[in-house]
């Protein structure tokens, strides 16, 4: 029973509305509403599995992070198929997304034992840009030129006309131009790498990211370090370090202290500005060692002014010029200098000299059940181990356009 007379006047109100013929009439309405709803007859309405699928009741569909990783599992679950590929792709990432737009561009490309030859755009873009952040070779701002068949032949002025200064009716010797030639021959890149199963078959954006990161991180660390120091006559492209004028090869530096390092700096700008080479401050670049930009970015004066404060910047430099490090250049180099190990090397010069000629994009194929050389040079069972290949190749090959348009300075022992 209410207690209280605040109470007994809602219960009263309430009953008052429950006993009108407005109350009454809406919930007769409703009543009415929801038996015909009950009786409607099935083929008028959607089934309940169709309820149970529609749209609004299905999880979302994972988001491709990495589209060179959903590409990968795409291949492996479509066992290396394009068409396959394709139906595997609409199911992971719903109709219309970028892996089944790439496969679909494949389908017209030519394959090679059925492996899926990624010549498309898609994914080169993405492994060029992720090279970047990890090459100071291509990030210099190197020229990329198509090799469509393999070889690739510039001509070059060596030596340019000269001027004559003459008297009048005087007869004066002509000038010859000197051409010789730049070639650029594919050389074959390549990247194995083991990934469990498990990882591809419950992959999740996640893990094809994993996948990716795993691909790229190889090509970047190999592309460079070739580019830059590769030897010359092997099966690898020969580095920027051994295709430099004698002039500009033989600069040594000369010690560790704040001038002699300044004086080394400048002989080795020098080497570059005294050939001729353009500069700008976004064009000039300077290679070197995370160990030799440590150092050079904590040098200080005898005042304890710091001597190279714009390497402390977002965007590095020295001398007005761009600074990119990277342990692709290695403080490991054996000279004739004491401390005749832990010397290290200095690269100055103009970014848009180089030039890298790719024969075709990047190929990918996923590989099941293959034995494999690892890391140690030791034979793997994929089959034992349950693991997959993926294994990629890019065609490559770089050079100069002229061989002053970059100096090394050798036997650095900055922060040695």
Known sequence: MPDTETEQAVIKTADDIIASDAFSDKLSDAIGKAIAAAMKPASDDKTNSEKLFAPSNQHAKPKIKSLLGATITAIYHGRNDPARSIEFAKARWGDG?????????ALTSSTTGGAIEMVQTTVAAEVIEALRPASVVRSSGAQIVGNPTGTLQISRVATGAAISWVGEATATNATQQVIDTVTLTRKKGMIKVPVTKELILFSTPDSEQA?????????AAGTDLAYISGAAGGDNPTGIRHQLDTANNLITATGVTAATVEADIASLMQAVRGANVPLTPEDGWFWMSSRSFTFLEKLRDANGNLIYPELRMETPRMMRYRVGFTNNISDADVSGGSPSTGDSTVYFGRGPSIMIADAQDMSLEVLENVAYTNSGGSIESGVDLDTLLVKAML????????TRAWAALEDVQWGA
Request: aromatic share 4%.
């Open 97 to 105: 997304n970028e892996v089944q737009e790439h496969f679909t561009k």
């Open 211 to 219: 996948i990716a990161d795993d691909v790229v991180a190889g090509m």
């Open 395 to 402: 065609l490559t090959d770089i050079a100069l356009r002229h």
